[in-house]
Nanobody
């Protein structure tokens, strides 16, 4: 089992930047592939970014490609999401999630563990 705790959210003006962190504890970090999702008010969870198993590849939603960068520090059991050129439509609660088996990385059903989320609000 793994516990996930996100941090780093906040209020930022359009065009600004934020860096989210997700710290994992419990079972070894390396047993899981980590991803980021977000949920805007009244909407379903939306895939943002995912690492493949082993971390060799990183995938991004088209809506964030070129603006967001995911990274990981295995020594700290932490993944990050650097968000640049933020837009009001990026406003959402951001979640990190962990999956224990190779599966469709963009589907919420593929994930075994979720963090509590961190709010990101982008003002105009």
């Amino acid at each position: 089992q793994v516990q996930l705790v996100e941090s780093g959210g906040g209020l930022v003006q359009a065009g600004g930047s934020l860096r989210l962190s997700c710290a994992a504890s419990g079972r070894s970090f390396n047993h899981y592939a980590m991803s980021w999702f977000r949920q805007a008010p009244g909407k379903e969870h939306e895939f943002v970014s995912a690492f493949s198993f082993g971390g060799a590849n990183t995938y991004y939603a088209d809506s964030v490609k070129g603006r967001f960068t995911a990274s990981r520090d295995n020594a700290k059991n932490t993944v990050y999401l650097q968000m640049n050129s933020l837009k009001p439509e990026d406003t959402a609660v951001y979640y990190c999630a962990a999956r224990s088996r190779p599966s469709a990385y963009s589907l919420t059903g593929s994930y075994d563990y979720w963090g509590q989320g961190t709010q990101v609000t982008v003002s105009t």
